[in-house]
């Protein structure tokens, strides 16, 4: 029976180390004849043949650096109305303050842009709920992945002035892939922090 021993060392003993000092006689030579007996020590199984990648969890994200942490929320303050000369653009863009970015774990959602740029392949959840500004008016959003709409929402009732366009969806990133909101009619309320953007990383591919 081969048995590796590793390296002793003083420090915390590892399972592998109190299993082995209680049952001295597991650990044996190559020969099977003679036990080796450690008394005072703590014994800590070394890898013989390590490998070059950091440790990961049953989902494969890196457990080490902590790069499988990826999570976004952020919020508006303000109106957002296309129709203005100083906001024209259709992306919806949420509040620059770090009071308005709710959450930007790892750091992958741009607060200038509002743009999310993954990190790596992988399943991805986003939802958005906004809040039109006027009553008479339809108001339509969509979740945009490298300009392409992957999923919309609308809300159209005429007497209902404070109407939310809320939808949520599960879509398959690249590494390098951008996800927006664009707002494709009407103007939506930002004030209050009615209108969120969120998403999260759920596991890689």
Partial sequence: MNTVLGCVNTGVPTLMGLILLWYPSLVTSQNDTEPIVLEGKCLVVCDSTPSSEPANNALGMSVRSGTGRVAFSATRQTNHEPTDMSNRTMIIY???SSLQILVNVGGHFDQESSVFLAPRRGVYSFNFHVVKAYNRQTIQVS??????????????????????????????????????LKLERGNLMGGWKYSTFSGFLVFPL
Avoid: H
């Fill in 94 to 96: 949420f509040d620059q």
């Fill in 143 to 180: 979740l945009m992945l490298n300009g392409w709409p992957m999923i919309s929402a609308f809300a159209g009732d005429q007497d209902v002035t404070r109407e939310a366009a809320t939808n949520a969806g599960l879509v398959i990133m690249e590494r390098g892939d951008k996800a927006y």
